[in-house]
């Protein structure tokens, strides 16, 4: 008998998620759950952490993961590597916030 080949344990489909932290210097005023375009693209904000609130840079920023809607399961199932994540710099002016929080979650 013996153990299957290491092919028959390792995911072909699974590839990591296009996910990306999109790091937005200034507030467009999008929160977690949010909808934003940047450069044409549509993304939601699975994530989103204020940093520079009281001390730091001039402006707040927003470190935001973001992502396509179909990747949010990736998301919550955290199937990503934060640290492995395209970044992405940007103004709040290049940011069109298309809803700018998602429902609660009660």
């Not at 934003?36 to 840079?57: A, H, I, K, S």
């Amino acid at each position: 008998m013996g153990l299957p080949p290491i092919e028959a344990l390792t995911c072909h489909s699974c590839e990591p998620p296009a996910m990306k932290r999109l790091i937005i210097q200034g507030d467009p005023g999008v929160r977690k759950g949010g909808v934003v375009e940047v450069d044409g693209e549509e993304l939601v904000c699975f994530g989103v952490t204020r940093n520079g609130e009281w001390n730091g840079p001039e402006r707040v920023q927003l470190w935001c993961i973001v992502g396509d809607e179909s990747e949010a399961e990736a998301y919550e199932m955290q199937r990503y590597q934060p640290h492995f994540l395209e970044v992405r710099y940007v103004d709040a002016e290049e940011v069109t916030v298309l809803e700018s929080k998602g429902d609660l979650a009660v």
